[in-house]
């Protein structure tokens, strides 16, 4: 030992391993504007594609002439229900279950829907021969209600499942019924209900929005036909399901298909689905034998790709007198527009909804859930969450305020009343989850103190009767939230994607002088993964962050995997990469042994390097045993260094988090200023703190632009009143506040490393808080329930409503 | 969101823009800024076949504040006047407004001759250059003619301006006194929800001289003679202020959009408008 040789703590600091805030090795490209997009590729004799599209909501296709587009100088082809239905392709298979239609065959159901595909030597052809396609429309009457929709004289909606009495989910009731889809024990919550001595009632509607990525969606399919390979590059989240789905449509075999996400801006559930618009480019590269691109507009991305939420959530809950809850139970009316194209797992028709018991200790629980056809666009995608996750995170923090309300109870107390005890866990819920971890009165306490909550409710109380004295028109708003996410999905017991099991991968290659690659079945869209995916790696086998690159989205080069949503990135493909990293250092260890001359046994671990055990002077670091796994012959061991896991996860991971928001509310214009949002998540282990920083500073930036003002609504006959950035809220700098971010660190006791994901968290916990803070304003003045978005004019209605106008 | 084809025309002089705008008639538009106008052509709400950039045209640019008057060529852009030291001293509530107009990169092409001639009722200038009584000179093939802002507008989109004429420049008399701008938007980018100018002047205590006018509260801005006229010879008193507002708020007829109903929205504008006054006064 002397002075040049590295300590520990400098050997750990180089590998830039878990817990270090790398900077993003991403970052270099896409803030100089080097990112590789899917509309970035161009090649050679590519042609390009764009929808006719329905200007009404429901409407039978007379005909369709399409002679004077074909006529237009440029244009290829105009394809229609009647050129793919030889092909069988004028329908395609939703990943719910149902059906949907690739392009309108004799009717159109929702305003937006793609009737015709035109295919043109360049957009702007493309644009002008759209306008050339003559459809000839007769208007049918129109539903966008889901509660008029299910009464017996309402339109039919789906002609094709006539006389079809049950679906992908069970028994159909009604011509525009999906399913109902139940769990838990209805007696037995309705009995405890009803001997309950103090019972809450509310109906809770969490509105129609949409993720609205930057990056709209789109795709080059490009078909070789000396080679037979179709090649498609898309902004797939899911890469590899969209080759396994192509080849079962096509039949094209799974080796002759690549699928390739390239650089992804932003997916938020958006890019999980299967858009009509994929098919048709690969039809018409098929067809054409040349490359054909496809890239919606902002309005087609906003009027007619995946939305998501539109739950109307009737809950009761019940609890004894001094604040412990006794039963919870909801019915959902969910509108799932004109097909049923939910991105959930197969078996979970209302994905994991049934969470909905939260972060508390609820004895005896029942969820019905009816999904219903309207004539809006389809979808129902997990937007920044776990399948349907946001929604009962919604739902249970805004009954637990309809309960404080009704028990005349501090919200705060109720809670940390209820909550599910740390001596608890594993906890299994009355629904059937098993909570993995958690420590919810530790992150509550730690939460409560950093805003004073105590001083906070006395300035309230302050507020109010200054208010009343008519020296303020100000109101002050604390909004509470705890939630509990379900992320990670899933075993494969249980979860899967059209039969395609929850797993992910890793495959990792060392390379002789000690750097690596690393693939994985996942694809970022702006997650960071390059960046932590290196980070488990380096400490798991002791190979510097920055001498390994990750690769995703190719399906030529990458191991099979499920993709990235739900938050499934690191608690599945993250385990996969710890798991192979682990196989990596297995070997080391046997290949460190024959260098040093020893048993296997007699060598440690030791950051970078196995050391033999008291003898701290002889070791070989990970890039010795690198260079030797290549170039030694050793006895007994292959050469090379190589490892892959496929990662089947034992449970989901259950982050949580205690947020709260303190708002000033305007009673006389509606308008609000986030004084101070304070969110604590407990994630688990923390990989890297400053990409969790900012994943948090998103997912509450989109949380309040859902709480406050996003939404997808439509007028009585279905048309779509928000489908440009003008009508649909997409907070800049200045409507964004300061966070202040905390943690507390419960790792998932399954998880390889702990870690449980946060993507998603302060969406879930975000919309709640927002919520909660405009209802807590209004609560000295006998506010129960107002419905999203809270924008100005649905909060002077509150005010007005409640006799605050004078 | 891809307009349909046109022919792009760029003169250098207003003569050569005349000229186009003659010879192909409504088939012809002037192109200033381009923020109202290109969003209408590539959702193809707009078909023009001959577009006529102004922007190479140098006697159309420009601030000048002279004797006591302010004239604004109307291809200078909101951002040069934001920047304009000159109007800051002359006219300082026109900066107060045109901060509040969309974002910076909007403002750096958007111009007061677009946004005044286009007639849209979205629009902040109309409202604002009724408030301050302005003139808009308008070139035409047969010469030009002066149109007080207070007669320009008939209904959304139409206005005193004939198809063969350009707007070419706005002048008023620099204002004394107290000022306001106040708006009600939901987000940056947006169009308001309510909005207010107003400008008056002081003496002795008592108001002499006072001009409201709004924006998006009707089909065309509203200039409300009855809201001046209520708060002329009080002290600007809280009694004065309210007898101001119910004039002004009288004087509107806002319809329901995604922002809110017709109800909301004339509440809305009885508190901005109150706002307005009510900083103007303490300005004074």
């Excluded at chain 1, 939703?94 to 065959?105: E, I, S």
């Excluded at chain 1, 004289?153 to 992908?168: F, H, I, K, M, N």
């Excluded at chain 1, 309230?460 to 990670?488: C, D, P, S, W």
Aim: proline letters at 5%.
């Amino acid at each position: 030992m002397n002075d040049l040789t590295p300590t520990p703590q400098e050997r750990i600091a180089k590998l830039k391993g878990l817990g270090t805030s790398r900077k993003r090795v991403e970052d270099a490209r896409f803030t100089q504007g080097k990112g590789n997009y899917v509309d970035d590729i161009k090649m050679p004799g590519m042609l390009h594609g764009d929808f006719v599209r329905s200007p009404y909501a429901h409407a039978r296709v007379k005909s369709i002439n399409a002679d004077a587009a074909r006529a237009l100088p440029g244009v290829i082809a105009v394809l229609t229900a009647a050129d793919l239905a030889p092909l069988n392709l004028h329908w395609m298979p939703t990943l719910a279950g149902d059906r949907q239609m690739v392009l309108a065959d004799g009717k159109v159901l929702f305003q937006g829907q793609e009737v015709a595909f035109v295919v043109a030597t360049d957009r702007y052809v493309c644009a002008d021969a759209i306008e050339l396609v003559e459809v000839d429309y007769e208007e049918l009457p129109v539903v966008t209600d889901p509660f008029k929709a299910l009464e017996p004289g309402a339109p039919v909606l789906r002609e094709d499942l006539a006389g079809q009495t049950s679906g992908a989910h069970g028994a159909r009731r009604h011509h525009n019924h999906i399913f109902l889809w139940e769990t838990g024990d209805e007696a037995a919550t309705n009995q405890a209900i009803e001997a309950a001595e103090v019972v809450a009632e509310e109906m809770i509607y969490y509105h129609r929005v949409h993720p609205c990525p930057l990056e709209t969606c789109g795709c080059v399919a490009s078909m070789d036909k000396v080679n037979g390979k179709l090649t498609v590059f898309g902004t797939f989240q899911a890469p590899h399901v969209v080759r396994t789905v192509a080849s079962l449509l096509s039949g094209i075999e799974e080796h002759n298909i690549r699928v390739v996400s390239p650089d992804i801006g932003g997916g938020f559930g958006n890019k999980v689905g299967v858009y009509p618009g994929y098919v048709c480019s690969i039809v018409a590269s098929i067809v054409t034998g040349k490359p054909v691109k496809w890239i919606e507009d902002r309005m087609d991305n906003l009027m007619a790709t995946a939305f998501a939420r539109d739950y109307w959530m009737k809950g009761r809950i019940s609890a004894t007198k001094d604040g412990k809850i006794t039963g919870l139970h909801c019915h959902v009316t969910a509108d799932h527009g004109a097909f049923d194209a939910c991105a959930d797992p197969t078996k979970f028709p209302a994905g994991f909804f049934h969470i909905c018991t939260g972060s508390y200790d609820i004895p005896v629980a029942y969820v019905g859930v009816d999904g219903v056809y309207t004539n809006k666009a389809p979808g129902g995608v997990a937007y920044r969450c776990s399948f349907r996750v946001t929604e009962a995170a919604y739902f249970i923090e805004r009954m637990i305020e309809v309960l404080a309300i009704e028990l005349g109870m501090d919200a705060a107390e109720l809670r940390a009343k209820n909550f599910i005890r740390k001596d608890r866990f594993p906890y299994t819920s009355a629904l059937g989850w098993e909570y993995d971890s958690g420590d919810y009165h530790t992150a509550w306490d730690k939460a409560l103190a950093a805003v004073d909550y105590a001083g906070l409710r006395r300035e309230q109380a302050e507020r109010v009767a200054a208010f009343k004295r008519g020296e303020t028109r100000k109101l002050l708003g604390i909004g509470l939230t705890h939630f509990t996410e379900i992320v990670g999905a899933g075993p494969v017991k249980n979860c899967d994607i059209l039969g395609m099991g929850m797993f992910d991968s890793c495959e990792i290659r060392i390379h002789p002088t000690g750097s690596a690659i690393a693939r994985l079945g996942t694809i970022s869209q702006g997650q960071g993964h390059a960046t932590t995916f290196a980070q488990i790696l380096a400490t798991e086998i002791g190979l510097p962050a920055d001498s390994i690159t990750i690769e995703e989205g190719d399906t030529d080069t990458a191991p099979y995997g499920l993709g990235t949503y739900g938050s499934r990135s690191t608690p599945v493909a993250g385990a996969a990469t710890a798991m192979a990293g682990r196989k990596i250092r297995a070997k080391a260890q046997m290949i460190a042994a024959w260098l040093l001359e020893v048993h296997d046994g007699d060598l440690e671990w030791d950051i970078d390097r196995f050391v033999v055990k008291g003898a701290p002077e002889r070791f070989k670091t990970m890039k010795d045993i690198a260079y030797a796994a290549y170039h030694n012959a050793i006895p007994g061991i292959e050469p090379g260094l190589e490892a892959v896991s496929y990662y089947d996860p034992p449970n989901m991971t259950y982050p949580f988090g205690a947020y709260v928001c303190v708002m000033e509310i305007d009673v006389d214009t509606g308008t609000h200023e986030v004084r101070q949002f304070y969110a604590l998540d407990d994630c688990g282990t923390r990989i890297n703190p400053m990409i969790i920083e900012g994943q948090v500073h998103g997912g509450l930036t989109e949380a309040l632009a859902i709480a406050m003002g996003q939404e997808i609504a439509y007028d009585e006959i279905g048309n779509c009143k928000n489908s440009t950035l003008m009508d649909f809220f997409l907070p800049t700098a200045v409507e964004t506040p300061h966070y202040t971010t905390d943690y507390t660190e419960t790792p998932s006791p399954h998880h390889p490393i702990g870690a449980k994901g946060v993507g998603e968290s302060p969406n879930v916990g975000g919309v709640p808080a927002f919520s909660n803070a405009v209802h807590d304003a209004f609560r000295a003045f006998g506010l129960r329930q107002a419905h999203m978005p809270h924008d100005h004019w649905r909060i002077w209605k509150i005010a007005n409503q409640l006799g605050l106008h004078g | 969101m891809i307009a349909a084809a046109f022919e792009y025309h760029r003169p250098a002089h207003l003569k050569g823009a005349l000229g186009v705008l003659a010879e192909y008639g409504d088939d012809a538009r002037v192109l200033a800024g381009g923020h109202s106008l290109i969003p209408m052509m590539k959702l193809r709400m707009a078909a023009v076949g001959h577009l006529v950039d102004l922007q190479d045209i140098a006697d159309l640019k420009g601030i000048r504040v002279a004797g006591g008057r302010v004239t604004i060529g109307a291809m200078t852009t909101q951002h040069e006047m934001i920047a304009s030291a000159d109007l800051a001293r002359a006219a300082p509530i026109i900066a107060e407004a045109a901060v509040q107009i969309a974002d910076p990169q909007v403002r750096y092409m958007g111009t007061i001759g677009g946004n005044v001639a286009n007639g849209d009722p979205g629009n902040d200038m109309p409202g604002l250059m009724q408030c301050l009584n302005a003139t808009f000179t308008l070139v035409g093939p047969d010469g030009s003619r002066e149109v007080a802002a207070r007669d320009f507008y008939h209904s959304a989109y139409v206005t005193a301006r004939e198809d063969g004429e350009i707007l070419t420049q706005i002048s008023f008399a620099a204002p004394t006194g107290g000022y306001a701008y106040e708006k009600q938007k939901r987000k940056i980018g947006d169009y308001a929800t309510a909005a207010c100018a107003v400008q008056l002047t002081k003496a002795g205590g008592k108001v002499t001289s006072a001009a409201v006018a709004m924006t998006n509260l009707a089909d065309t801005p509203v200039f409300s003679d009855a809201a001046g006229a209520a708060l002329v010879g009080t002290s600007g008193d809280a009694a004065a202020v309210k007898a101001a507002v119910t004039a002004a708020v009288a004087a509107i007829s806002p319809t329901g959009d995604n922002r809110g109903p017709a109800e909301f929205k004339r509440h809305i504008a009885g508190i901005i408008i109150g706002r307005a006054i009510t900083r103007a006064l303490s300005r004074a």
